[in-house]
């Protein structure tokens, strides 16, 4: 069955610090990953996708298909980073699964 | 830059009353989705809707809910008699048909008593 997993629901750091939001995802086929982030009191929006193999504001995530997982990282956090976080799979290259997403707080 | 908008932000309603919910898609995206979220849960896929009839729907997607264009912009999805459960926020999605990046609306926070 196809199934995203975000294992930590929050991670605290500070301000400056690296950060790695955990993924992975179950699925037999060809996957088309996403992060989408939702910023307090905002409509979720689209921060990556695996695809196209860009960095948003400072954030990578690359696909390793051996270990199934799609991990967020970013060097030195902001806080205006603070967020939930939430990783995708396209099914079918349709619909999307969610994982369960995960609380980023930077501390300053 | 255009955004997909929902109303009502927030719906509250009576066990067993109809609710519709509304969204106006971005326009010329073809494909549009409705998701939800229950307080503390996951973002859910409900239904996919494209060329005016469902693409596929989910094991949540029963008899109660309906989804349609009714006048070719906005995007609806009515639930015929609201239960406790239906309580969550509900997520109206949109894409054009060549990426994959989902577009969404704001949610329309719906609260069944």
């Known amino acids: 069955a196809q199934r995203v997993t975000q294992p930590e629901k929050l991670l605290s750091v500070f301000k400056g610090a690296p950060v790695e939001l955990k993924c992975n995802y179950s699925?037999?086929?060809?996957?088309?990953l996403f992060w989408y982030v939702q910023y307090s009191r905002q409509r979720l929006q689209l921060l990556l996708r695996?695809?196209s193999r860009e960095s948003i504001k400072g954030f990578t995530a690359d696909l390793n298909k051996g270990e199934t997982s799609f991990h967020l990282k970013k060097p030195f956090a902001q806080e205006e980073d603070s967020a939930m976080y939430y990783c995708?799979?396209?099914?079918?290259?349709?619909?999307?699964?969610f994982g369960t997403g995960t609380r980023l707080q930077v501390f300053p | 830059e255009p955004e997909v908008t929902q109303t009502p932000s927030h719906q509250v309603t009576q066990m067993g009353q109809e609710v519709i919910l509304r969204c106006v898609p971005i326009?010329?995206?073809?494909?549009f989705y409705w998701y939800r979220q229950i307080l503390g849960q996951k973002v859910e896929f409900l239904v996919s809707f494209y060329n005016n009839e469902i693409s596929e729907k989910s094991e949540i997607f029963d008899d109660q809910f309906s989804v349609e264009r009714p006048d070719g912009s906005n995007f609806t999805l009515k639930i015929r008699s609201t239960k406790l459960e239906d309580s969550a926020m509900y997520f109206c999605a949109n894409r054009d048909g060549a990426y994959n990046e989902q577009f969404f609306g704001p949610g329309t926070r719906l609260t069944v008593l």
């Open positions: 695996h695809i």
């Open positions: 699925y037999s086929g060809s996957p088309e």
């Open positions: 995708a799979l396209a099914y079918n290259t349709d619909k999307l699964i």
């Open positions: 326009s010329n995206h073809l494909y």
